[in-house]
Structures are given as C-alpha cells and as structure tokens.
C-alpha cells in the first residue's frame, strides 16, 4: 500500500534551504523514512512477480469449471444406477494399456462421473500419471490423459498451475512465486502501518480538506484497497510460502519439529507400526506397483473393507502396495468442507484393517494445513471460495497497477528520460538510531533465516540502497554552488 502524496500534500515543513539532500530524520522518524523507502521500491520491483501471481491465481481459481466443460466426455457419463464391480473397471483399463498395474485407482464418486485408473509413466514428469477415464456402467475406455497431483489436476489446469507456481519453467522458475509471496506481507504490513501514520498525519494538519488532484484519489484507492484485503494477501502469503522451494523446506521441518505433520497410516504388514510422518499433499511421485496391484479382484475387497470402517467420503484413493509384504491404502480425497482426510490401510489376503488415521483425531495444525491449501486452491468452499480468490487476485493487480500509476504521476525525470522517484531520503536505514539500527537487523536475519530469498533480497536492496545515497552525497559534496536537490516530502 503505497502511500506517497503529493508535494503539495504534504504535511511537513519543507527542508531548509541549506539541508543537504538525503538527510535523514532523527529520532523515530528514521524508520518511517526507511519503511516508505523499502515499501515504494518493494512496490515497483516485486511488482511485476505479484502481478503475474494474481492474474494467474486468478485463472486457476476458476479452473474447476473449466475442466468440466473442457474435459466433460472423460469426466462424465449417463448417470449409472448400477456400476460394474471396480475390479472389472480396473481390467478394461489395464487391458487398455497392455497389462501394466495401477500405481492409483479413484472409483466415480458419483452416477455421472467416470472411474480413474492411474499408472506410472517413465516419460512423464515428476507427480505425474497417466490416467484412464473408464466408463463405470460398461467399463468403455472414456479417455487418456496425463494427471497432476492428488487432486489430479487434467493438463490444461495444470498448465495454469505452473505458470502461477513457476511460470512454466521448471524449477528455476519457482523463484519468482517464491519472491512474490515473500514480499507480498512485507508490502502488505509495511502498507497498513503507513496508512495509518498518513491518517494520523492527516488528522493533526491544518489543511485537513481531502485532496482532490488525480493522484490522491488513486493514493486513497490504493490504501483502503490494501487495508480492507490485508487479511486475505496474509493467508494467501503464509499459504503459498508451504509450497516454495527454500522457504517450504524450512516451513516443513518446523512443522516436524513441532509435530504438526499429516498423520499417515502405516503400511508394515508385520511388527510395529511405525511413526506418522508427511502428509497428502500430491507433490510425490507415485511408486512403482507391487504385482499384487495386477490382480483386478484385490479392489473389490479393499474398496468393501475400507467402505465397512471409516471411510465414507465419495471420493478416494485406492493405492496398491508399493512393495511386497506391505498393504493397501484408501485415502479419503475429496478437499471441499467438511470433506476429511482418513485413511486405513488394508491386508486383503486377512481382510482387515492394519492401520488407520481418522480425521478427527488430527492435530489442529494438521487440520488448519489442509484447509489451508484447499482454500488456497478454492476448493474448500466451492464457488463462494472461487469468488472470494478472484475477487482477492483482482484486488492485488489492481493495487500493483495503481501503485505503478502513482509513481508516474510523480517521477521526477525534469529533462531525463528516465528517472525513478525518491519517496524518502536515501540511506535511512543505516543513519537510524543504533538501538533501532540493531533490533531491525536482529528482526531481519531471523526472517532471512526462514526465508532466505527475502532475507538476500533484502540485504541487497540495503546495500544499494546505501550505497547510492553515499556516491550521491559525495557528489554534492564535490559540487557546492549546485541548487540542494528536492527531497519530496508527505
């Protein structure tokens, strides 16, 4: 929320004549002058990747419906009053592909929908299937695309997916998601604490009528845009960061640390069950099948215990045992409230149940993740859940847009071409107070510590920051007769 007004807006006396350029407040005004610094060039370069973010997150948003019209002859069928046993679904779809086992298997969860058999393909990329569409009612082979995910995201919406997540360009480009949701509580927060100063400012000037120049109403757009979403850009922040590369590394071991990860079912068919460890997210590849998933008839005796015990979602995921001497997983899939996540595991040649994780005995920070993510998605709540994200991303793109609006309003080329405005004096930062100067310092390193690309990308903007404001001040130093350069003021 960028909040630089005008000059004639301002409610501050204006420097004296012989002020050198760049001085900094004293006092508690320094760190003023470094957050309006920081938040207006935080604003133009993080811009364009928080832009980028809310325009893409924007189309994925609404990629359920999308699918179902793009997609609609592999999602649907006639409405089936009596399927076919999954076992023989399962065999049309593995004589579809020449005999080869499932690594996943996702029964229709409802009379028009379609059973997906999926199997591990060497070509594909990493969390990536080779799906099946099989009609339930005649076992006829509906489709073959490739799958994303748990949620089994089809190729368009997963094309939509990376393009938010990495732009499409692998892994190297999962550095721009990351630096936008880094920055994006920085800005957001910086935003409001400046907001707030300028009403306060606003409050104790005499010239309390509100401006009415072009540029102030899109300030006040701006702010109050800001404030009213600030919830919104702080879930969508803390969330996206769980699927960043450095950052989500660090957010899951802290989540280890203090016991908050998804309990799992265990697959030991013999000895101790062992400890619940990671969680449903989709980001692994699937394992190879063990040669029990080849014979078709093992579902029909895993889907029926599993229906029998907790398992009662429309929605779920049959997985064969990854390696002999392991047994059999159905997981609760569905993501939309109050869908649950419970999973047992299965020994179909004892016909029982091994293992189980029932929902309601998850931690609450487990629970809270998984919401997370789904409401992240737009998928917890459905379509009020889609309309509140494009609503959020709209609100984004339009603060990074009139936030470039304003500083072009404002720049100060005066005969270049190209000049870049300056908010605040240069070097503020390190020209504070040493007890500010420190504790800000203590505060950056331990975030940097979390999230090393802000943390960098922080240090380099101080760096740089402070450097051009000491080469500025040497150079009016060497030039005495030259006119102070104007310090714009709020």
Request: aromatic letters at 8%.
């Amino acid at each position: 929320m960028t909040v630089l007004a005008d000059p004639q807006e301002s409610t501050q006396p204006a420097p004296p004549a012989n002020a050198p350029a760049g001085n900094v407040p004293e006092g508690r005004g320094w760190f003023r002058a470094f957050l309006l610094r920081l938040h207006f060039y935080a604003g133009i370069l993080a811009g364009p990747f928080l832009l980028v973010a809310a325009l893409s997150g924007g189309v994925y948003a609404i990629t359920p419906q999308l699918e179902q019209a793009v997609y609609a002859k592999e999602l649907h069928v006639p409405a089936v009053a009596n399927p076919l046993p999954l076992s023989a679904q399962v065999k049309a779809a593995m004589d579809s592909v020449g005999g080869a086992a499932p690594v996943t298997v996702r029964p229709a969860p409802g009379p028009e929908d379609t059973t997906r058999v999926l199997f591990a393909d060497k070509s594909l990329g990493e969390s990536e299937n080779r799906t099946i569409f099989v009609d339930p009612g005649t076992a006829a082979i509906r489709g073959d695309l490739t799958t994303y995910g748990s949620s089994g995201a089809l190729p368009m919406r997963t094309w939509i997916s990376n393009l938010h997540r990495s732009l499409n360009l692998g892994e190297p480009g999962r550095i721009y998601s990351e630096l936008a949701a880094s920055w994006l509580w920085v800005v957001a927060l910086g935003g409001l604490v400046l907001w707030i100063d300028r009403i306060r400012r606003r409050r104790t000037s005499p010239q309390k009528a509100r401006p009415v120049s072009g540029r102030a109403r899109t300030v006040w757009l701006h702010g109050t845009t800001g404030t009213v979403m600030l919830a919104a850009f702080l879930f969508l922040s803390a969330s996206g960061l769980t699927w960043s590369a450095s950052a989500g590394e660090n957010i899951t071991a802290l989540r280890t640390s203090l016991g908050w990860l998804t309990p799992t079912v265990s697959t030991a068919l013999t000895g101790p069950a062992s400890a619940p460890a990671g969680d449903h997210s989709g980001h692994g590849s699937a394992s190879a099948p063990s040669s029990a998933a080849a014979d078709p008839a093992a579902y029909d005796t895993v889907q029926r215990i599993a229906r029998a015990d907790i398992i009662t979602a429309p929605m779920v995921d049959i997985k064969p045992p990854a390696s002999e001497g392991k047994a059999w997983t159905v997981t609760e899939a569905g993501r939309e409230w109050p869908a649950t996540a419970s999973a047992v595991a299965i020994d179909p040649a004892a016909e029982k149940v091994t293992s189980r994780a029932d929902f309601k005995d998850f931690g609450l920070a487990a629970k809270l993740t998984r919401w997370a993510i789904a409401a992240h998605m737009g998928l917890l709540f459905g379509l009020p859940n889609q309309l509140v994200l494009l609503a959020v991303a709209a609100g984004l793109a339009a603060m990074v847009v009139w936030g470039y609006v304003m500083w072009w309003r404002r720049r100060p080329t005066r005969g270049s071409t190209w000049a870049m405005g300056r908010p605040a004096p240069g070097g503020a930062f390190v020209r504070g107070h040493w007890a500010g100067v420190l504790a800000a310092i203590t505060a950056m390193v331990l975030v940097g510590m979390f999230l090393p690309l802000l943390g960098w990308s922080l240090l380099v903007f101080i760096l740089l920051d402070t450097a051009i404001a000491e080469a500025r001040r040497r150079r009016r130093s060497l030039e005495p007769s030259a006119e102070p350069e104007e310090v714009p003021s709020r």
